[in-house]
């Protein structure tokens, strides 16, 4: 028995099974739609102004202040602990919600669920240290789906529950708590892992290829400065330090994984591809997450939950699908994107802008809904286009490095535009006057992106030219 026990959890598909189980439930939040209604609302009687102001701020904070130690401790205590403080940092959050009252309170529900936003890191990473090289590729496709599954099941049962079945926001916050807590539950039910990406590596099998060189092989202009022949090198030679780790201190052994973090970076960013594509993920990341941060205020203004038909879940469980679409329809598409790639951000950031300009101008609460479906459409498109332009260029290791720093980079530029443009110590601005500032922001990452795409298709252009000179004189 205990034999055909310890086959099954080495088996890939029972951490399969159980990361994607804990997933669905973490993602499972019929609630998370209704927010600002159930603030704003009988339950707990806050003003729009309290709950933009004062209280939605604190995710921001908390997120950032909690995101660099949590990605190490993350990887250093190998994943789950890491997912069982997230199940945890849930459950406290929809206690909070559904019994305490007033802003204090309000606000350390928005610290614990930055927490829990810190250690997300945690699920996608997981399952790369559990299954073999092999079907990372199958169960990254898994964990993702059942993801945007179970958000857009979560949207439209809620939106079902309070449109149909008249469902109060309160019943509905106790189904997420049921979800969350379930989450937590098949938390327990995870192998523990005996490796991880920086701190616990293990020695690199030469019989079977590394996953990064069968994805960077499909890059069609050759290795950058941080492509296969810079970081395949390094991720081959980068355990051998960690594998002799065991005969030196902790301390020293720490020390000497910061380090090599610290150069890994500074070898990615010195290609110039991947710090453009880093620059808009940082910069439209900021602005993306702001936007959903607040787009809710902005519908419960434009049309008061208390007077009119709510439709936030339906809205959301559209945008999930059309992200997910637009994020599918990329893997069909044939571009040079080392010629057209900044042109195309370029265009859709300003299609992003565009959309908010029109939530700002217009009080019909349809618009706002539409304008949000084209502005989350864009941005997943270009954020899938990001992600692979990043990733193909680089081994596991090192692209979840960026992934990490890149999403750090922009809390640091959200923050910012927190403090400045919300927090009710800064400008405190009304949420409308709040979304031209966005609409604007958006139109800079546009004009950016523009200029930098005709000067690098006019120096293509003017280097082929040249070659064919250099060939007809010859």
């Given amino acids: ?3 055909w026990k310890g086959a099954v959890c080495r088996s890939w598909i029972y951490p399969t099974l159980i990361i994607c189980a804990n997933g669905f439930f973490s993602a499972m939040k019929p609630s998370e739609s209704f927010l600002t209604p159930y603030l704003t609302g009988p339950d707990k009687n806050l003003t729009i102004e309290e709950v933009t102001n004062q209280i939605f701020p604190v995710w921001t904070y908390s997120y950032l202040a909690l995101l660099f130690p949590v990605f190490l401790i993350t990887d250093y205590a190998r994943y789950k602990p890491v997912l069982l403080l997230q199940g945890i940092s849930f459950i406290i ?3 909070l919600l559904l019994f ?6 309000m606000q350390m529900v928005e610290f614990f669920y930055g927490m829990a936003t810190a250690t997300e890191v945690a699920y996608y990473a997981y399952i790369y240290s559990v299954v073999s090289p092999d079907h990372y590729q199958r169960v990254t496709s898994y964990c993702r789906s059942i993801t945007l599954v179970a958000a857009t099941v979560a949207a439209v049962l809620g939106q079902l529950l309070v449109s149909l079945a008249d469902v109060s926001y309160f019943h509905l916050n106790a189904i997420t708590l049921a979800s969350v807590s379930l989450a937590f539950l098949c938390s327990f039910f995870l192998p523990m892992p005996q490796k991880s990406m920086f701190f616990h590596r293990k020695d690199v099998s030469p019989t079977p290829p590394a996953p990064h060189k069968a994805v960077a092989s499909v890059g069609p202009d050759g290795p950058s400065s941080c492509q296969e022949d810079k970081g395949s090198l390094s991720a081959e030679r980068g355990p051998t330090p960690e594998a002799q780790a065991d005969n030196a201190k902790p301390q020293n052994h720490a020390l000497r994984v910061l380090v090599q973090l610290s150069k890994d970076l500074r070898d990615c960013y010195s290609s110039r591809k991947l710090l453009y594509w880093s620059l808009w993920w940082a910069l439209a990341t900021a602005g993306f997450n702001q936007v959903l941060n607040y787009i809710q205020v902005l519908w419960d203004f ?3 939950s208390h007077s009119s038909a709510v439709y936030n879940g339906a809205v959301e469980a559209i945008a999930t699908f059309l992200g997910s679409a637009t994020s599918m329809a990329v893997g069909y598409t044939k571009v040079n994107w080392d010629l057209s790639g900044e042109l195309v951000l370029g265009i859709f950031s300003a299609m992003d802008a565009g959309s908010l300009f029109l939530m700002y101008f217009t009080d019909n609460i349809w618009a706002c809904y539409a304008g949000y479906l ?7 498109l270009l954020i899938t286009i990001a992600t692979f332009q990043i990733a193909v260029s680089l081994s596991m290791e090192r692209y979840a490095l960026m ?19 919300v927090d009710s110590k800064g400008l405190g601005l009304d949420i409308s006057t709040q979304f031209l500032i966005y609409g604007s922001y958006f139109a800079s990452i546009a004009g950016i992106f523009l200029i930098r795409s005709v000067y690098t298709i006019i120096s293509i252009k003017r280097r082929n030219n040249s070659v064919v000179d250099e060939g007809t004189d010859r």
């Fill in 93 to 95: 959050t929809w206690l």
């Fill in 374 to 380: 084209a502005f989350k459409a864009c941005y997943m």
């Fill in 403 to 421: 992934f990490g720093f890149n999403n750090f980079v922009a809390l640091v530029i959200q923050t910012i535009l927190t403090v400045v443009v």
């Fill in 100 to 105: 305490a009252h007033g802003v204090l309170a």
């Fill in 302 to 304: 434009r049309a008061p």
């Fill in 1 to 3: 028995m205990d034999c």
